[in-house]
T-cell receptor
Framework: AQSVTQLDSQVPVFEEAPVELRCNYS??????LFWYVQYPNQGLQLLLK??????LVKGINGFEAEFNKSQTSFHLRKPSVHISDTAEYFC????????????FGTGTRLQVFP | NAGVTQTPKFQVLKTGQSMTLQCAQD?????MYWYRQDPGMGLRLIYY???????DKGEVPNGYNVSRLNKREFSLRLESAAPSQTSVYFC????????????FGPGTRLLVL
C-alpha cells in the first residue's frame, strides 16, 4: 500500500520569500505523484504531477517540484511567494500505470504575510 | 463545461436524519469518487466507482451508501446522520487514461447536530 507524509501542518512565510513544502511517500511499487492546492472554501485543483521523465516538474502559478526516488520525496517549491498563494497544499500518490485511487497527505497550510 | 458539480453547497441535519449528496460531471469520465475532508486528516476516500454500474469501498465507508446512477452521476447517501459525519464532502472524477488526474467539485459542507 502507498502512504504520504506531509510533516509540516503549517508554513508561515513572508511575501516574496522562497518556500518549500515537504512531501515524502512510501510505496513498494512505482508511483505517480501529485500536488493539489485548495484555496479557502473551494475544491482542490491540480498544481503539477510527476508521471515519468524529468524529475523536475513545473506547474501552474510558478510552482515546481522535484521527484527524488532515493529519498522518496516530492517537495514543492516556489522561489518567491505572493499573498495569493495562501492556501492548503496536498501531496498525493497513486500507483503507476493504472487508474487506482489517490492517497492524500494530511495537507500543509501555507500562510503568506505581507 | 461545468466540470464537477455538487449539490447542496451547505446542509444542516439533526442526528438520525437522512440525506443524499449529489454529484455530476460533464467530462465523460469513467471513474468517480467521494471524499471527506476533516481538519488535520487530509482527504479520505469514502467510496469510488471505476465505471458505470460498479462501486467499491474506500478507507471510511461506514455510515454511507453510494449509487452510480449513470456515467454522469454519483450520489452519496447518509441513511442516519451522526455528529461524526460533520465534514466537508468532495466529489471527484477521472478519465480512463493512466496519466489522467482527478478533477474535484466545490464541496458540500455538512453539519450534523
Amino acid at each position: 500500500a502507498q502512504s504520504v507524509t506531509q510533516l509540516d501542518s503549517q508554513v508561515p512565510v513572508f511575501e516574496e520569500a522562497p518556500v518549500e513544502l515537504r512531501c515524502n511517500y512510501s510505496s513498494s511499487v512505482s508511483v505517480y505523484l501529485f500536488w493539489y492546492v485548495q484555496y479557502p472554501n473551494q475544491g482542490l485543483q491540480l498544481l503539477l504531477k510527476y508521471l515519468s521523465g524529468s524529475t523536475l516538474v513545473k506547474g501552474i502559478n510558478g510552482f515546481e517540484a522535484e521527484f527524488n526516488k532515493s529519498q522518496t520525496s516530492f517537495h514543492l517549491r516556489k522561489p518567491s511567494v505572493h499573498i495569493s498563494d495562501t492556501a492548503e497544499y496536498f501531496c498525493a500518490v497513486r500507483k503507476s500505470y493504472n487508474t487506482d485511487k489517490l492517497i492524500f497527505g494530511t495537507g500543509t497550510r501555507l500562510q503568506v504575510f505581507p | 463545461n461545468a466540470g464537477v458539480t455538487q449539490t447542496p453547497k451547505f446542509q444542516v441535519l439533526k442526528t438520525g436524519q437522512s440525506m443524499t449528496l449529489q454529484c455530476a460531471q460533464d467530462m465523460n469520465h469513467n471513474s468517480m469518487y467521494w471524499y471527506r475532508q476533516d481538519p488535520g486528516m487530509g482527504l479520505r476516500l469514502i467510496y469510488y466507482s471505476a465505471s458505470e454500474g460498479t462501486t467499491d469501498k474506500g478507507e471510511v465507508p461506514n455510515g454511507y451508501n453510494v449509487s452510480r446512477l449513470n456515467k454522469r452521476e454519483f450520489s452519496l447517501r447518509l441513511e442516519s446522520a451522526a455528529p461524526s459525519q460533520t465534514s466537508v464532502y468532495f466529489c471527484a472524477s477521472c478519465g480512463a487514461g493512466v496519466a489522467e488526474t482527478q478533477y474535484f467539485g466545490p464541496g458540500t459542507r455538512l453539519l450534523v447536530l
